[in-house]
Nanobody, 125 residues
Framework: QVQPVESGGRSVQAGDSLRLSCVDS????????MAWFRQAPGKEREFVGG?????????LFTDSVRGRFTLSRNNATNTVYLHMSSLKPDDTAVYYC?????????????????WGRGTQVTVSS
């Protein structure tokens, strides 16, 4: 399968905003949506949120990002975005996007069939 490709990660200061992109060139018409995960050094991969292609409905799983992160998508370019604001040092991680194998965007990494290589976000205090 064609892997999605993330971009936009970089080093920023606490309080800054950043937008990550994920282009899913392997997307087909029946695909449900995309999810964002993140993994900090020494920690397990954490589900951040997911968004559907149809309707653009999204939800954020992690309490720590609600009110600061949002998701959007552009169906014409097969791109999903993770908009991050008021960034904190705890947001430092590699951010991944992933395509689910069914019509469900959950927190279990086993539910995803294709992963990008990730993009590094580093937030300094």
């Amino acid at each position: 399968q064609v892997q999605p490709v993330e971009s936009g990660g970089r080093s920023v200061q606490a309080g800054d905003s950043l937008r990550l992109s994920c282009v899913d060139s392997g997307r087909i018409a029946s695909d449900y949506g995309m999810a964002w995960f993140r993994q900090a050094p020494g920690k397990e991969r954490e589900f951040v949120g997911g968004i559907t292609w149809a309707g653009g409905r999204y939800h954020l799983f992690t309490d720590s990002v609600r009110g600061r992160f949002t998701l959007s998508r552009n169906n014409a370019t097969n791109t999903v975005y993770l908009h991050m604001s008021s960034l904190k040092p705890d947001d430092t991680a590699v951010y991944y996007c992933a395509r689910p194998q069914r019509n469900f965007l959950g927190a279990d990494i086993r539910d995803y069939v294709s992963w990008g290589r990730g993009t590094q976000v580093t937030v300094s205090s």
